[in-house]
């Protein structure tokens, strides 16, 4: 986004504004309005959690019942009400951590990841989805019976695989691209409802 465009984004004023640490948390609370994917009470992991939108938001939806917990390779400042581990979701050992930090299954697994963008489209779509598979294979595990999850897509030639890969998981998913996510970006969210297994 140029300097002057992210000056008028009304999303990037609201985050400041409010506390937000990043514009993305509006993305999910669009979502969660949309489609309920957390309310008080809930267990929440949100994987690729840096700078901490998305956590400031969940701690909020979730209330003083709930629990979050977010999970970063980039340092992310604290967050009252969150568990932050700064770690590599590729990392065999992050169920166990998270297993612990929760002590029972969680209700939504929240993955909005991005790799280190190179420019080449097609690597990093490739890249971008590989690591939603990695998401996959930590949710499988701490993930509750009729739990939800979201997953960010980088939109190409693997991302209807991937949704027929999540499609068996869930009772309902449903594809869509909140408003507050920059038109010209092509991240769209899948919305996963009621895990199956
Ligand atoms: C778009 S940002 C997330 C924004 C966040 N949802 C928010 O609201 O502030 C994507 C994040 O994915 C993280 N990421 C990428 N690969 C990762 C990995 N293997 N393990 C953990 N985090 C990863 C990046 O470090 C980056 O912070």
């Known amino acids: 986004m140029k300097l002057l465009d992210a000056r008028k984004d009304p999303y990037r004023k609201l985050a400041h504004e409010q506390g937000f640490r990043s514009r993305a948390a509006y993305k999910l609370k669009e979502l969660n309005q949309s489609y309920r994917i957390m309310g008080p009470g809930f267990y929440v992991l949100d994987l690729g959690c840096a700078p901490g ?56 697994v929240i993955c909005d990841l991005s790799p280190k963008v190179s420019g080449n489209w097609s690597v990093d779509h490739a890249k971008q989805i590989s690591l939603n598979y990695d998401c996959t294979k930590i949710m499988d595990k701490v993930l509750a019976h009729k739990g939800n999850a979201i997953f960010k897509v980088f939109d190409g030639e693997y991302s209807m695989e991937f949704r027929d890969y999540i499609k068996k998981k869930f009772a309902r998913i449903n594809l869509t691209k909140p408003k507050a996510s920059r038109k010209q970006s092509s991240e769209l969210y899948y919305v996963c409802l009621g895990f199956i297994g």
């Open 53 to 108: 939108g998305w956590t400031q938001m969940a701690v909020k939806l979730v209330g003083n019942q709930g629990k979050v917990m977010g999970i970063d390779l980039s340092y992310v400042e604290e967050i009252p009400g969150a568990h932050i581990l700064r770690g590599d979701i590729e990392d065999e050992n992050v169920v166990d951590e998270v297993m612990s930090y929760f002590e029972r299954k969680v209700n939504a």
